[in-house]
């Protein structure tokens, strides 16, 4: 079992920066591959950028150059670093762990959740 837990969400400013991280416990947390994912207003699940177990990072197109995914593995945590925050980015922002070193642009091929950690942007 693994157990996520973002944190780190908040009201910011349009053109702000804000800094998610996700906290994973359970197992062993290197060897996966973590993504990011947003959801508005309970609607479907929106890619935003996912890490592989080495480091390699994928983003979607909306927030490519504004967002940045990190991991930490001694410390077990992912982290979004999201800048030029813009009014379409507000949502609740949920981190995913997934059961293999590659990552996914599905949801469907996450495996944990965690209960996710809201972004405001005020114009």
């Known amino acids: 079992q693994v157990h996520l837990v973002e944190s780190g969400g908040g009201s910011v400013q349009a053109g702000g920066s804000l800094r998610i991280s996700c906290a994973a416990s359970g197992r062993s947390f290197s060897s996966y591959g973590m993504g990011w994912f947003r959801q508005v207003e309970k609607k479907e699940f929106e890619f935003v950028a996912a890490?592989?177990?080495?480091?390699?990072?994928i983003y979607g197109d909306s927030r490519k150059g504004r967002f940045t995914v990190s991991r930490d593995n001694t410390k077990k945590t992912v982290s979004l670093q999201m800048n030029n925050l813009r009014p379409a980015d507000p949502a609740v922002y949920l981190c995913?762990?997934?059961?293999?070193?590659?990552?996914?642009?599905?949801?469907?091929?996450?495996?944990?959740w965690g209960q996710g950690t809201r972004v405001t942007v005020s114009s």
């Open positions: 890490i592989t177990s080495g480091g390699a990072t």
């Open positions: 995913a762990d997934r059961w293999a070193g590659s990552v996914s642009l599905r949801v469907d091929e996450y495996h944990y």
